[in-house]
């Protein structure tokens, strides 16, 4: 049987069964809701067991290391650098995440606060989604102009900690659509070096727009992060 991993939806059969196996656990039961099974389902491709396992280590993570604490004042040195924001929203209601690499300078900070930054940014801007589009999820701007290999940083992005082992294990299907704005070769060198580590329904979830202009296919003008104000004029 063909999986089609872009369009699959949960049953309310398997979420019953993966509800009833996370009920059952001693210590974590208390960390679940519908959406949470969701998101576990759809990143384990609806196998209940695999599901189980995510959210067993999802539980464990989020009880030991309290993400939900971390404040802005903590990551204020890496944001004042504006590698990210989490700015406006789409015209789901979905929080806005915009990543400008531009302004990465791998090594400028200590890897363990981009570490903290990256999980900050990944609960503020689910949390912000859970009140403005009921889902938590978000949709995020990757803007590649002025990029060089000088900003590109394998290890964060792909070491475990980094950024795509925290989004798969600790914010699965919490990204609904990667939007690649103003793309050039060296988007296309780093790229192919990530690529491997994307799981295949995120990788249905990744644009490139021919040009800044579609953006509007996914924000009113209004809502557009400031970056492409003059978008809206």
């Known amino acids: 049987m063909t999986v089609d991993l872009q369009n699959m939806t949960v049953p309310e059969d398997v979420m019953a069964e993966l509800g009833a196996k996370i009920a059952q656990h001693p210590t974590l039961s208390h960390h679940s809701s519908p959406a949470v099974l969701s998101r576990m389902l759809l990143a384990r491709h609806l196998h209940v067991d695999d ?46 995440v915009i ?7 791998p090594g400028q900070f200590p890897f363990e606060d981009m570490l903290r930054l990256t999980i900050w940014v990944l609960e503020t801007s689910t949390s912000r989604s859970v009140k403005t589009s009921g889902t938590g999820y978000i949709t995020a701007i990757w803007d590649c102009k002025g990029q060089g290999f000088r900003n590109l940083d394998t290890a964060l992005a792909t070491h475990k900690p980094g950024i795509i082992h925290i989004m798969k294990e600790y914010y699965p299907e919490c ?19 990530i690529y491997p580590f994307i799981d295949e329904r ?32």
């Open 175 to 193: 990204l609904q659509t990667l939007l690649i704005v103003n793309s050039n070769w060296v988007f296309r060198v780093f790229w192919t070096v």
């Open 51 to 96: 599901a189980y396992v995510l959210w067993e280590g999802w539980a464990a993570w989020r009880e030991d290391e309290k993400p939900e604490l971390i404040d802005e004042a903590s990551v204020a040195p890496q944001l004042a650098v504006q590698t990210v924001s989490v700015t406006g929203m789409d015209k789901s209601g979905r929080t806005c």
């Open 99 to 105: 990543l400008r690499t531009r302004n990465h300078v």
């Open 202 to 233: 995120t990788k249905h979830k990744v644009h490139v727009l021919k040009d800044e202009a579609a953006l509007l296919e996914y924000f009113h003008p209004q809502d557009l992060p400031s970056d492409f104000a003059h978008l809206a004029k």
